[in-house]
């Protein structure tokens, strides 16, 4: 039963360990594009406090935070994480005596 178990575990294992690659790859190389964009929307964001414009400058600050590497990047970076540690985890279970 437990064989059955682990040969119906590699094709999980496979796909998990794959998609953890390809998304941290892609995570690594959007950082700096992320970066530069909630730069320039921060930009945007003190130019419309300037002007007067609370509403719009507010809207800005939150999307600038949400595009920075502290907002919707690093809870994309936990999920990757998460993705990793589960294809190890049935990685474990398939090698385990």
Known sequence: MKLVLKLLAVPFALVLTVASAVLTFAYSASAKLFSAASGLIFIGAVL?????????GAAFMIAAFLVSPLGIHAFAGGLIKLLGNAGGALRGFIISG
Do not use: A, I, P, Q
């Open 48 to 56: 419309l406090l300037v002007t007067g414009e609370r509403s719009g």
